[in-house]
């Protein structure tokens, strides 16, 4: 068992708790708003903590970072304190919404928000995965027709030996985890975002990945 921390409590933040929770870690969720400590809990499992977003990294050994990707940057270099020596697990995206409210530009074109929260926070390993798919794939891979793949980068072999743990611990086959290596690659697949809203717009909000194929 493994003590998480998700830093937001959104879609993809309850989402990844109550996955993570039936695989038996013990789960903190870190709301927003310090006094925002008892929502969403519809549909929660009992036994997930809440908190709010400094207690959670402080309090936690592995941190999830599910809060909006054009806001992490400043809201995490806030926590480096609490992040130092710990696993930093970036599944956000930092984009500029375009006028529909689906994602438009990249917030750091020429790199990535992975890449600025490993320079903001050079005492945490951050790893980058699980950003190239709608929420719902991420606790649910085999709910695809066509197997989905999980890339992976991170500067530190240890941080994404654990991450992989855990995504195994979510249904990730190890033959669709695809390590890609440095935190400079993160750049590659935080570019994948650009093709989700073209696909949004013409399926509508249905499961898919950005995927692999072999």
Same mark, same amino acid.
């Given at each position: 068992?493994?003590?998480?921390?998700?830093?937001?409590?959104?879609?993809?933040?309850?989402?990844?708790?109550? =996955?993570?929770?039936?695989?038996?870690?013990?789960?903190?969720?870190?709301?927003?708003?310090?006094?925002?400590?008892?929502?969403?809990?519809?549909?929660?499992?009992?036994?997930? #903590?809440?908190?709010?977003?400094?207690?959670?990294? !402080?309090?936690?050994?592995?941190?999830?970072?599910?809060?909006?990707?054009?806001?992490?940057?400043? !809201?995490?270099?806030?926590?480096?304190?609490?992040?130092?020596?710990?696993?930093?697990?970036? %599944?956000?995206?930092?984009?500029?919404?375009? #006028?529909?409210?689906?994602?438009?530009?990249?917030?750091?074109?020429?790199?990535?928000?992975?890449?600025?929260?490993?320079?903001?926070?050079?005492?945490?390993?951050?790893?980058?995965?699980?950003?190239?798919?709608?929420?719902?794939?991420?606790?649910?891979?085999?709910?695809?027709?066509?197997?989905?793949?999980?890339?992976?980068?991170?500067?530190?072999?240890? =941080?994404?030996?654990? %991450?992989?743990?855990?995504?195994?611990?979510?249904?990730?086959?190890?033959? $669709?985890?695809?390590?890609?290596?440095?935190?400079?690659? #993160? $750049?590659?697949?935080?570019?994948?975002?650009?093709?989700?809203?073209?696909?949004? !717009?013409?399926?509508?909000?249905?499961?898919?990945?950005?995927?692999?194929?072999?």
């Amino acid at each position: 068992m493994t003590n998480i921390g998700i830093l937001g409590a959104g879609r993809v933040g309850t989402d990844l708790a109550r =996955a993570l929770s039936t695989a038996g870690h013990h789960v903190t969720l870190g709301s927003r708003n310090p006094e925002d400590t008892t929502a969403p809990t519809t549909g929660l499992p009992p036994r997930i #903590a809440f908190a709010d977003q400094r207690t959670t990294a !402080r309090t936690t050994d592995i941190v999830i970072n599910a809060t909006p990707g054009d806001s992490s940057l400043d !809201r995490l270099t806030d926590l480096r304190t609490e992040l130092a020596g710990k696993i930093l697990i970036d %599944v956000s995206n930092a984009t500029r919404d375009a #006028a529909d409210g689906l994602p438009g530009d990249l917030c750091y074109p020429g790199s990535s928000l992975a890449e600025k929260l490993q320079a903001a926070l050079p005492d945490t390993h951050v790893v980058k995965t699980l950003n190239t798919m709608l929420f719902m794939v991420m606790t649910a891979p085999e709910t695809l027709a066509t197997p989905p793949t999980a890339y992976l980068s991170g500067n530190d072999e240890g =941080a994404k030996k654990a %991450v992989t743990g855990l995504l195994g611990d979510l249904g990730w086959r190890p033959e $669709r985890i695809e390590d890609l290596g440095d935190i400079t690659t #993160a $750049r590659a697949t935080e570019a994948m975002i650009l093709v989700v809203p073209h696909i949004l !717009r013409r399926q509508g909000f249905k499961p898919f990945a950005v995927s692999l194929a072999r």
